[in-house]
């Protein structure tokens, strides 16, 4: 069994900065890709970034790069999200994803999840 936890999220207002953290615990495994995900209310959960076993590739969302970094502690099967310059269009439900193979886009290349953190941005 794996576990996926994400911390870090929180009210902010416009402009501000939040930075996620999530750690995968559990079974003994080496997590390949991580990546961020999103969901606001009514609307289908996107990718937002994505970064490779060794942390050497990484990828962007259009609509977050440039204001958002993902980095990742491999040896303690952790990543992070730094997330710079909030809009309220930001606001959503952050997921952290965990492969054992490679990274992607896609939901469907990931096989584990967490809970997920509430972020929310005010104008």
């Known amino acids: 069994q794996v576990q996926v936890e994400e911390s870090g999220g929180g009210l902010v207002q416009a402009g501000d900065s939040l930075r996620l953290s999530c750690a995968a615990s559990?079974?003994?495994?080496?997590?390949?890709?991580m990546g961020w995900f999103r969901q606001a209310p009514g609307k289908e959960r996107e990718f937002v970034a994505a970064?490779?076993?060794?942390?050497?590739?990484?990828e962007y969302a259009d609509y977050v790069k440039f204001r958002f970094t993902i980095s990742r502690d491999t040896a303690r099967n952790a990543v992070y999200l730094r997330m710079n310059s909030l809009k309220p269009e930001d606001t959503a439900v952050y997921y952290c994803?965990?492969?054992?193979?490679?990274?992607?886009?896609?939901?469907?290349?990931?096989?584990?999840w967490g809970q997920g953190t509430q972020v929310t941005v005010s104008s």
């Open positions: 994803a965990v492969s054992t193979t490679s990274m992607g886009r896609r939901r469907e290349s990931y096989e584990y």
């Open positions: 559990g079974r003994t495994f080496s997590s390949g890709a």
């Open positions: 970064i490779s076993r060794s942390g050497g590739v990484v």
